[in-house]
């Protein structure tokens, strides 16, 4: 089970530091692990991978879809491919790639996105995403993560190696904040209640679980209790633990680094409906933009995705 960090939200290691950790340490043991980035091993980390076992690593340059056609074709053969590149890149750009080659032809191909939403960051609008989650829920039998921290991220890619299909886990690739204790296990389609409450319950996931936690505390100080799940799997997603933490609470709201269309809102709001369930919701996220120019910092309130945006909209919605 997964257990919170004593120190919730203070810095943690990289999530880029973690993903090298991991697959380095995947491949001593498996030389059937390979790591496959296009052309941003430098801004990954992954190059210390290509120092270190060579024969793993293999830089397909700015040719993400070929990419994606390679990694498909080095599963049929065996092999377990592990590819790397920002986030739109790795969805949008190779998703017919992805949905046929690897999907439909049942073969594995892990993917990191990275740098999902704001934390794009100074690249732009170009770099990016949005949308990723909802485009990579539409493959049959994929599996879809959104890494809270470095503890999260290692779990979530020992778990990658062993699952055949696509897999997919967006997150940034520099700071993260401390959110579970080194050794926290999970389970892909469960959730993890972070705090309990009986008022709210807020869903969240990945980068802004430290925002909401912070909103959940200036919350309980004016006195409204705050429930907070990890909801880090959004496919296959947590359908009990939702609608049992959703009984009886005035308000659900979701918040997200990604579009309120087709991410964690909508399978939210989707699984409530569906059950029956009667209950003031929001989904708090981005709706109709692109991203622009900025830090990351800058980004995230510029979008409206920081912790005093959330305690305003849980505001509007108890009123």
Known sequence: ??????????????????????????????????????????ASGTLAIAKERPSQFIDLGIAEQNMMGM??????????????????????????????????????????????????????????????????????????????????MAWILKEFASRPG?????????????????????????GTILREGTDVLIVSAGQLLKDAMDAANTLADEGVSVELIDMFCIKPFDTELLLSEAAGKKAVVTFENHSIEGGLGSICAETLMEAGVHVPFKRHGVYEEFGQV?????????????SDDLVHTVHTLLA
């Open 166 to 190: 696509v897999n997919y886990v967006r997150s940034g690739r520099k700071d993260a904040y401390k959110i579970y204790e080194e050794g926290s296990t999970f389970e892909l389609g469960r």
């Open 71 to 152: 990694a498909a074709g080095m599963s049929s053969e065996g092999y377990i491919p592990f590819c790397h590149t920002f986030g739109p890149f790795a969805t949008r750009r190779c998703f017919d790639q992805i949905f046929l080659a690897g999907g439909y032809s049942h073969n594995t191909i892990n993917i990191w996105g990275s740098d999902p939403g704001f934390t794009a960051g100074a690249n732009g609008g170009t770099h990016t995403t949005w949308e990723d989650v909802a485009l990579m829920r539409m493959i049959p039998q994929s599996v879809v993560v959104d890494a809270a921290d470095a503890v999260q």
């Open 1 to 42: 089970m997964a257990t919170r960090a004593h120190d919730f939200g203070a810095k943690g290691t990289a999530y880029r530091d973690a993903v090298v950790h991991t697959l380095l340490e995947l491949m001593e043991h498996n030389d059937k692990v390979l790591c496959l980035d296009a052309d941003l091993g430098g």
């Open 294 to 306: 900025g830090t990351a910092s800058w980004l995230q309130a510029a979008f409206h995705l920081t």
